[in-house]
């Protein structure tokens, strides 16, 4: 069992910079992927960017070139660092982990970028 929680989100203003957490109270060693969704009032959930077991990231279109995705594997930690932010970043955010039978969210992070 993995239980996550991110940390991090708040309030900016556009063009400025946040970095997002995600701790995990038990390994990741065994995660295939860890990853960062988001979803906006009214919208579907979607991908902002995950990461492999082996290192691979992968991006939503909207993000690539301004956010980028790592892990602290020793310790349990995923952080999602976040520049030039607008205000269509605005959404709840939410950290995922993928193993081989079971996937586990966070309770999510709101994130707003006032204009």
């Known amino acids: 069992q993995v239980q996550l929680v991110e940390s991090g989100g708040g309030l900016v203003q556009a063009g400025g910079s946040l970095r997002l957490s995600c701790a995990a109270s038990?390994?990741?060693?065994?995660?295939?992927?860890m990853g960062w969704y988001r979803q906006a009032p009214g919208k579907q959930r979607e991908l902002v960017a995950s990461?492999?077991?082996?290192?691979?990231?992968t991006y939503g279109d909207s993000v690539k070139g301004r956010f980028t995705i790592s892990r602290d594997t020793p310790k349990n930690t995923v952080h999602l660092q976040m520049n030039s932010l607008k205000p269509e970043d605005t959404a709840v955010y939410y950290c995922?982990?993928?193993?081989?039978?079971?996937?586990?969210w966070g309770p999510g992070t709101q994130v707003t970028v006032s204009s």
């Open positions: 995922k982990a993928t193993g081989t039978i079971n996937t586990y």
């Open positions: 038990g390994s990741l060693f065994s995660m295939l992927a």
């Open positions: 990461i492999t077991r082996g290192g691979s990231t």
